[in-house]
T-cell receptor, first 114, second 113 residues
């Protein structure tokens, strides 16, 4: 049974703070993804990674960076949080890419930036 | 432009009734289409996946259909239960490109007793 865990369910940060969101998967999946989900906009891809130390920009990478030092862990970093980054952040992993393989999602982190 | 549109945005139905959710897409070249269910406060979970050659796929009370010619899909829920209250998200995959998943904005379903 695939399990994707995220470090926090709820997070409140102040504008300008550096924020780390961590994601861990336990199924040895190659691919990992970070999305944000906003009402009326659906899920939007921020960054994804096909392998350790590899990263690719998604549709909305501005203001974010990522780190994948180990296969099971994918971190999302907000260098200087802003109020427009208040959102639900979802991490996902999959065995392969191309949409052929199901993405398994974590429970999400609801981030509020004040 | 590759897009996925879902309708309706929200839906309220009585427990025990059936309902149908719609998904229209313009993604090309098409690879597959998934329906996900997202309970409040949780991540999405895959319900069904359909490729070009499949036009119906069932998962319990959930039945998805695909018309690849008109680029339309529907998710039919039979004999709804309170636990069906969730958002349902249509995701279409393109054959090419590294970033090749296109998400609809979802339909929020509420089942009331």
């Amino acid at each position: 049974d695939v399990k994707v865990t995220q470090s926090s369910r709820y997070l409140v940060k102040r504008t300008g703070e550096k924020v780390f969101l961590e994601c861990v998967q336990d199924m040895d999946h190659e691919n990992m993804f970070w999305y944000r989900q906003d009402p009326g906009l659906g899920l939007r891809l921020i960054y994804f990674s096909y392998d350790v130390k590899m990263k690719e920009k998604g549709d909305i990478p501005e203001g974010y960076s990522v780190s994948r030092e180990k296969k099971e862990r994918f971190s999302l970093i907000l260098e200087s949080a802003s109020t427009n980054q208040t959102s639900m952040y979802l991490c996902a992993s999959s065995r392969g890419g191309g949409g052929t393989y199901e993405q398994y999602f974590g429970p999400g982190t609801r981030l509020t930036v004040t | 432009k590759n897009q996925v549109e879902q309708s309706p945005q929200s839906l309220i139905i009585l427990e025990g009734k059936n309902c149908t959710l719609q998904c229209n897409y313009t993604v090309s070249p098409f690879s597959n289409l998934r329906w996900y269910k997202q309970d409040t406060g949780r991540g999405p979970v895959s319900l069904t996946i359909m490729t070009f050659s499949e036009n119906t796929k069932s998962n319990g009370r959930y039945t998805a259909t695909l018309d690849a010619d008109t680029k339309q899909s529907s998710l039919h829920i039979t004999a709804s239960q309170l636990s069906d209250s969730a958002s349902y998200i249509c995701v279409v995959s393109r054959q090419t490109g590294a970033n090749n998943l296109f998400f609809g904005t979802g339909t929020r379903l509420t089942v009331i007793p």
